[in-house]
């Protein structure tokens, strides 16, 4: 069983920076995928950014490109996700997700675990 615990939000106001960190329990971190998806209120859950298993690919939601880094060291069992220039409409829940499969997905369906997620808020 895989666990996956989410820190680093807060309350931010615009401009500034975040960095997100995602702490992964078990063995199988170093062979998967990883991907952080949000939720804003009264929004469905989508997809932000995901990261290959070696690190070499990362893949980014338009929204979030060149704002937002996704990052892994797997020797931490950890992958973050740096925000800078947060914008109010970056304010949701983020989520970090673990997929078996060692190749990032855009897809939710594909990732096996989920976090409890943190609260990203960005104040005008």
């Known amino acids: 069983q895989v666990q996956l615990v989410e820190s680093g939000g807060g309350l931010v106001q615009a401009g500034g920076s975040l960095r997100l960190s995602c702490a992964a329990s078990g063995r199988t971190f170093s062979t998967s995928a990883m991907g952080w998806f949000r939720q804003a209120p009264g929004r469905e859950r989508v997809f932000v950014a995901t990261?290959?298993?070696?690190?070499?690919?990362?893949t980014y939601a338009d929204s979030v490109k060149g704002r937002f880094t996704i990052s892994r060291d797997n020797a931490k069992n950890t992958v973050y996700l740096q925000l800078n220039s947060l914008k109010p409409e970056d304010t949701a829940v983020y989520y970090c997700a673990l997929s078996r499969s060692g190749l990032g997905s855009t897809r939710q369906y594909v990732y096996d675990y989920w976090g409890q997620g943190t609260q990203v808020t960005v104040s005008k």
């Open positions: 990261i290959s298993a070696s690190g070499g690919s990362t």
